[in-house]
C-alpha cells in the first residue's frame, strides 16, 4: 500500500476503524497531524513509516489508546510526531488509567511530550519499547503490581553501521529515574540496569515521602 496523496497535512481515521494495515500512510511526507479514534486495536508494520513532517498524534480515549497492538516501530505515529494530545490537551505528566492491565509493546514509543509517568495499581507488565525513545522522560511511578519489565521498556535505540553491518545500541538516558516501593520487583529492576531509584515509603533525611506525587517527586529530583 502507502501514501496515495502525498499532499495530505492532517488525517482523521473515521470513529469505527478497528485496525490500520501495513504501510497503511507510509511515505506521506507532508502528513503533520494524525487523529486516532477510540476504536482501533492493531496498527500495521511501518503504518506511518517515514512521516517526517508529523508534529501530533490525537487520542480521545487514553484506555483505548493502551489497547491498541503495534506490529513494529514504525507503526506508531508517535515515533515521528513526539507530541501527544489526549481530548486536546498536550500529555506531559502521563497517568495510566486504572483497569490497564499492561502496558503493550511500543504503546508510547517516541513520545517527546511525556516527563513523568504514573502507573496504577493494576498493571502486571511493562513490554519492550513501551516508553522507548521518550528522551524527556524523567520520573515514572510504578507499583507493586508490576511484575515483569522488559528490559529495554525505557531504553533509547542509536543505530551504528560499521563494516557492512547494522547494529544497534540500546541505552537508559541519564537523569531518568524509577519511585517505588523498597523490596519491589521495580526496585530490582532499577538496581540491576543501574537506574537511580527513589523509595515512595520513605521520610526521613529528606527522601521522598510516602504518596508521593508526580508534580511533588519531579520537584525534589529538580532540586536535588
Known amino acids: 500500500m502507502g501514501c496515495n496523496d502525498k499532499s495530505i497535512e492532517e488525517l482523521i481515521i473515521p470513529d469505527n476503524v478497528k485496525a490500520i494495515n501495513h504501510e497503511a500512510f507510509s511515505g506521506c511526507s507532508s502528513l503533520k497531524t494524525v487523529t486516532i479514534p477510540k476504536s482501533l486495536i492493531s496498527l500495521g508494520g511501518h503504518a506511518f513509516y517515514g512521516c517526517e513532517s508529523l508534529t501530533s498524534v490525537n487520542i480521545e480515549d487514553l484506555k483505548a489508546w493502551c489497547r491498541v497492538n503495534h506490529n513494529n516501530p514504525a507503526s506508531n505515529p508517535l515515533l515521528y510526531a513526539g507530541n501527544l494530545y489526549l481530548n486536546g490537551s498536550l500529555v506531559t505528566n502521563l497517568e495510566i488509567p486504572a483497569g490497564v492491565k499492561r502496558l503493550k509493546y511500543n504503546i508510547f514509543r517516541g513520545c ?50 560499521g563494516q557492512g553491518k547494522l547494529s544497534f545500541e540500546f541505552e537508559i538516558k541519564n537523569g531518568f529515574t524509577i519511585v517505588c516501593n523498597e523490596g519491589s520487583y521495580a526496585a530490582q529492576y532499577a538496581s540491576e540496569y543501574g537506574i537511580p531509584v527513589k523509595y515512595n515509603n520513605q521520610s526521613k533525611n529528606g527522601t521522598l515521602k510516602e504518596n508521593l506525587s508526580i508534580i511533588e517527586a519531579i520537584r525534589y529530583l529538580n532540586n536535588k
Open 112 to 161: 517527546t511530550s511525556i516527563t513523568s509517568v504514573k502507573i496504577p495499581e493494576g498493571v502486571s507488565s511493562i513490554e519492550s519499547s513501551v516508553f522507548g525513545d521518550c528522551p524527556n522522560l524523567r520520573i515514572a511511578y510504578i507499583p507493586d503490581s508490576v511484575t515483569t519489565i522488559d528490559k529495554n521498556a525505557f531504553t533509547h535505540v542509536s543505530t551504528n553501521v
